[in-house]
């Protein structure tokens, strides 16, 4: 699952997304929290390991979302929540309670 931990900052709370994949790629998350946008928010690799993560602050509710690798989407491999799009394919969800 991709929620790590939660803590509440005005009514919001702290989303930790993490993806595991090779080392040195382009991985960003983008859903319904962000409009789709791929370029708003990218995961890090700090210790160049593999582990890439990234944390959003966000309102409780439901939000659909994909990672975007190199120019690919991918569900979330460790999120087992997941819905049907309007592309055929499916989306990531996660509940913020």
């Known amino acids: 699952m991709t929620k790590k ?3 509440k ?3 919001r709370k702290r989303i930790t997304f993490r993806m595991e994949s090779e ?3 382009k991985i960003s998350v983008a859903g319904s929290f962000n409009n789709w946008e791929v370029e708003k928010r990218f995961l890090k690799d700090k210790k160049n390991s593999g582990d ?3 944390v959003i602050l966000l ?3 439901t939000y ?3 990672f975007y690798i190199d120019g690919n989407w991918c569900i979330d491999p460790k999120n087992p929540n997941f819905e049907a799009n309007s592309m055929g394919t499916v989306n ?3 509940v913020v309670e």
């Open 52 to 54: 890439y993560q990234a």
């Open 5 to 7: 931990k939660q803590v």
């Open 59 to 61: 309102q409780p509710g």
């Open 23 to 25: 080392p040195g790629k």
């Open 64 to 66: 659909e979302y994909k």
């Open 92 to 94: 990531s969800v996660l």
């Open 9 to 11: 900052t005005s009514g």
